[in-house]
């Protein structure tokens, strides 16, 4: 199981229950680096056979759209599991 680097680097800027979206200040204070670590997890994604996902978040349906249109041009199949409320994959 692979635990994002993004999710561990990101940690200390998150915000807490009171704060709503804190992506402006935590852009402007990491200078970047969040970016960088988004299109790296989107390349371990790419390389992943299976995936659990939550079809709720904006990210993870990017992901599965991805990893959709690799499974159609590689013929390699992928596996997704869903932990939403929304079953349909």
Request: aromatic share 12%; hydrophobic share 40%; net charge neutral.
């Amino acid at each position: 199981i692979y635990l994002d680097q993004f999710y561990v680097e990101y940690a200390p800027y998150r915000g807490n229950n009171s704060t709503y979206n804190v992506a402006g200040s935590t852009s402007a204070s990491l200078e970047g680096k969040a970016g960088l670590w988004a299109l790296a997890s989107a390349l371990v994604a790419a390389e992943a056979n299976y995936h659990v996902l939550t079809l709720k978040s904006n990210w993870s349906r990017l992901i599965n759209e991805l990893r959709q249109i690799a499974e159609a041009r590689t013929q390699i199949p992928t596996f997704m599991r869903n932990l939403g409320p929304d079953k349909e994959c």
